[in-house]
Each structure stands twice: as structure tokens, then as C-alpha cells.
């Protein structure tokens, strides 16, 4: 018996030749729309576009204002579909960049709807579900962060990492947010938590808990969006983190990257994050950016621009931490677009695709934890290994498990099971800590009709 190192190709197998792969890579040019096919920026320059100023200043708070950038282009059921949303169902108050809007397909009121990245900055009555708009078990701090707060903001969960959330705000609110029981303005359905002790005394705090605590060495510094803070406060924090030994990585967390670019293409930031860059490379500690992008065409021209002067800087990454989302990206092509986009044409890395947290009103964004392992599935083989993203459930209690990291799995009834391997600061003195199994839940609406029926009869 021989062996061909190059055999003929197997016509009869494939008569029409090499069968297709189920996903064909081809590398696109990134876009940036032209704001000015929207009636309420036909007249805004390039220069005014660019700066985060206006940004800021014209970003879309309400539904007036939308119609006002809209113009025409949408029929008026869409607003009252929002409008029912914001009175009935909304966790988050709608703030929306300009760079964030003009990335939505704005073509028809029918390709507004459908577009991913609208159906996640702008919800409406008419996606979410009916038949189950939350899930029994959601609840507002889902993940009990602020339960495991070590000084107020700080949660210490993992041995080794902790979160700084800093700052109660961001420069746009997307409708899946996590920490929507603390995250931007009251609605009608959720009054705010807000915190008690004043930005400059719980940011000390946070310093002098770390300065204590040896065996912590990950700060993940986050809100909110650190963008929304004045960089000489944060220049100031980070500065203070890389003056204890024990910490050796530093994480900012900034949706603004991909929401509002033009902020960290400011000079003074780009000039601050150059010293903090080289103070840090002097003591051996790792700085980088993650930031939180969904959909492939959220990724333009001034994005990658924005990634790569802060990698200029000198800082250690700029990685994606996006949300799996129905809808949005729930598909293995929508995943790998995403990915190819980020990683080819910005220089950013992906990383993680959490699974969307269960919070109040989010039934209709969640995916079942069997549908995210097919999509882990599906996406493998075709990045890089460093760059295959890693879909995680942030279970409760618990913390990141990937998706095929479960102990056991309900399919029925849609519950999976989850162990740990160390204790949060709430299980200090707890023996079962590490031999319970923690439960996570699928949305009903995915389960067999037995299992739909037995959430009702519970």
C-alpha cells in the first residue's frame, strides 16, 4: 500500500469539486457609514464628527431627539413600539452615541428593526417575549456583585482578581447591561441603586483594601465605562494601582472604544495612557483595554484607529468581550465576522462572549446553554487558537465556566449545574462551598413543551 502526499482530488465524492466549507473567510474593508444620509446630520463635518465633544453633545437620549436624527426615514409605529418599551419593559435608560447610531441600517423602519446592533441599544415592546419576559430566578444584581463588595464597588469574587467599579455611568446604555440595578438613570421599571460614599473617599478605599490584600494581583477597573471618567481621576487611580507590588495586571473595561472612538484618540488620553504604558512596563505589570463589541459592522474606520493608538501607546492588548445575544450574533457566521473584523482590521483580540446575564426582561436576548455550546463548536478551527473566542456563562456564585464546563444538565427543564474550585469572600467559612453544585437556568421558551409545563406548575 502507498501513500499520496498529493492525491488526486476525490471527483467522485465531490463531483462539482472541493465540497464547501461551512464558513468562507474573505477579508472586508471596514466602512464608515456616511452620517450624512441621516436628516439631522446632513451638515456636520468630518471635524465635528471626530470630535468626542460632539459626540457627547449630540448623543440621542430620548425619543425626540431620535426622530430628530431620523427625519422621515421611520414609520410612526416604530416610536410607539419604543415608546411602550421605555414605559413597560426598559432596564436601561436609552443613551446612544452618534458613532453607535450611524452603524444601524437605517434603510427602511423594516431594516431598522432587524438590524443586530439596534436591537440591542434600542429595544422595543415588540422583541421582547411575551410569554416569558423574565425568567422566575432573574433578579437585578444577577451575578450578586454587590453582594461580595469588600468596601463599596470593589467586589472581590475570584482569589486573585477583583472589580473597581469606579463610576455608576457610560457614554451609551445598552438594553443587556449586567449591572442595570446600578447602571445610568432610573426607568419606569427599575428605581437605581446608587452608591453612598463620595468618588474620591470609595476610590481610597478600593486603594487602601488592595494595598492590605497581598494575594490579589488583577484589578479590573470598569464602572460603568472609565471613559465617562475625567482622565486626570483616572490616570490618577491607575497610577495609585501600579504603586502596589502585589498587583501585576490591570484591566480597563470601555464600551466607548467601540461606542465613542473619538475619546481615546484624544490627545491627553492618548498622552496619559503613554505614561501610565511606560510606568507600568518599568515595574513588569500589564495594562490592556477590553471593550465590548457585538456585531461585526460596529467595527469602522475610526474604531480600528482608536484600537491601534492605544496598542501605540504601549500598553499590552485591546481584547473584545462581547455578549451572545438572539438576534445580534447568534449565528456561527455573525460570530466570525465579528471575530475576522476585530482581529484582522482593528487589532483587537477576541476573547469572551458571555452569555447574556439573567437580569429582569431579558428572556428574549438569552440563549440556552446547549445552544452556545453549538456555537462554541462552530466557530472552532477557523481563527487562531489565541483568537477563538471563548463562550462563558458567568454563572451565579460561581463566575466564568465555560460552556461545556457544566457537571450536569436538566435539558427538560432547562437547569445545568456548576461547580467551583475556590470560595468568593461570602464562603470564607463555608465546607460545602466547593462540593455544591451551583444551578444556572435555560429561557423557557427553548425548552420541550414538559419542561415549559413544569415552570408553570412552579
Known amino acids: 500500500m502507498t501513500t499520496a502526499l498529493h492525491p488526486e482530488p476525490d471527483t467522485a465524492r465531490h463531483p462539482g469539486g472541493p465540497a464547501e466549507q461551512p464558513y468562507a473567510y474573505r477579508r472586508r474593508p471596514l466602512v464608515e457609514p456616511d452620517w450624512r444620509r441621516l436628516p439631522g446630520w446632513r451638515d456636520v463635518t468630518t471635524a465635528e464628527w471626530e470630535s468626542a465633544q460632539w459626540q457627547r453633545a449630540h448623543?440621542?437620549?430620548n425619543i425626540r431627539q431620535l426622530r430628530q436624527v431620523m427625519g422621515d426615514l421611520l414609520d410612526e409605529s416604530f416610536y410607539a413600539d419604543l415608546r411602550r418599551d421605555q414605559d413597560e419593559r426598559a432596564t436601561m435608560s436609552m443613551l446612544v452615541t452618534p458613532q453607535m447610531l450611524n452603524t444601524m441600517d437605517t434603510g427602511s423602519t423594516e431594516a431598522f428593526y432587524a438590524d443586530p446592533v439596534r436591537r440591542y441599544m434600542i429595544p422595543v415592546f415588540s422583541d421582547r417575549r411575551t410569554d416569558w419576559p423574565s425568567h422566575p430566578h432573574a433578579t437585578r444584581d444577577s451575578l450578586h456583585e454587590a453582594e461580595m463588595w469588600a468596601v463599596e464597588g470593589l467586589t472581590h469574587r475570584y482569589p486573585t482578581k477583583v472589580l473597581a467599579e469606579l463610576l455608576p455611568t457610560c457614554p451609551q446604555y445598552c438594553g443587556h447591561c449586567t449591572r442595570m440595578d446600578l447602571v445610568g438613570n432610573s426607568t419606569p421599571a427599575v428605581d437605581k441603586h446608587r452608591f453612598t460614599v463620595r468618588p474620591p473617599d470609595r476610590h481610597g478605599a478600593m486603594l487602601d483594601y488592595l494595598r492590605r490584600t497581598p494575594g490579589v494581583r488583577d484589578v479590573v477597573v470598569s464602572g460603568g465605562d472609565v471613559a465617562n471618567l475625567p482622565w486626570p481621576r483616572l490616570e490618577s487611580f491607575v497610577d495609585a494601582l501600579l504603586d502596589i507590588d502585589n498587583i501585576r495586571d490591570i484591566r480597563l473595561a470601555t464600551k466607548a472604544l467601540m461606542g465613542l472612538p473619538q475619546h481615546w484618540l484624544q490627545d491627553d488620553v492618548r498622552a496619559g495612557m503613554e505614561r501610565l504604558a511606560a510606568k507600568a512596563h518599568r515595574r513588569g505589570v500589564q495594562i490592556a483595554v477590553h471593550t465590548h463589541v457585538n456585531a461585526a459592522q460596529s467595527v469602522t474606520p475610526l474604531v480600528a484607529r482608536a484600537a491601534r493608538a492605544l496598542l501605540d501607546t504601549g500598553i499590552r492588548d485591546v481584547r473584545n468581550q462581547g455578549v451572545l445575544l438572539r438576534g445580534?450574533?447568534?449565528s456561527p457566521a455573525a460570530l466570525l465576522d465579528l471575530s475576522f473584523a476585530l482581529l484582522d482590521e482593528a487589532g483587537i483580540m477576541p476573547y469572551y462572549l458571555y452569555m447574556c446575564d439573567m437580569i429582569p426582561f431579558s428572556e428574549h436576548w438569552r440563549l440556552a446553554v446547549w445552544e452556545a455550546q453549538r456555537l462554541q463548536h462552530a466557530i472552532m478551527g477557523y481563527l487562531p487558537g489565541f483568537a477563538t473566542p471563548r463562550i462563558?456563562?458567568?454563572?451565579?456564585?460561581?463566575?466564568?465556566?465555560?460552556?461545556?464546563?457544566?457537571?450536569d444538565y436538566d435539558r427538560e427543564r432547562g437547569i445545568s449545574y456548576w461547580t467551583k474550585n475556590?470560595?468568593?469572600g461570602l464562603e470564607a467559612t463555608d465546607p460545602d462551598a466547593l462540593t455544591r453544585r451551583y444551578e444556572y437556568y435555560d429561557p423557557i421558551h427553548t425548552l420541550p413543551e414538559s419542561g415549559q409545563d413544569w415552570w408553570r406548575s412552579h
Open 392 to 407: 462563558v456563562c458567568d454563572v451565579p456564585y460561581v463566575g466564568k465556566r465555560w460552556v461545556h464546563q457544566l457537571a
Open 422 to 424: 475556590y470560595r468568593t
Open 59 to 61: 448623543c440621542v437620549k
Open 328 to 330: 445580534v450574533n447568534d
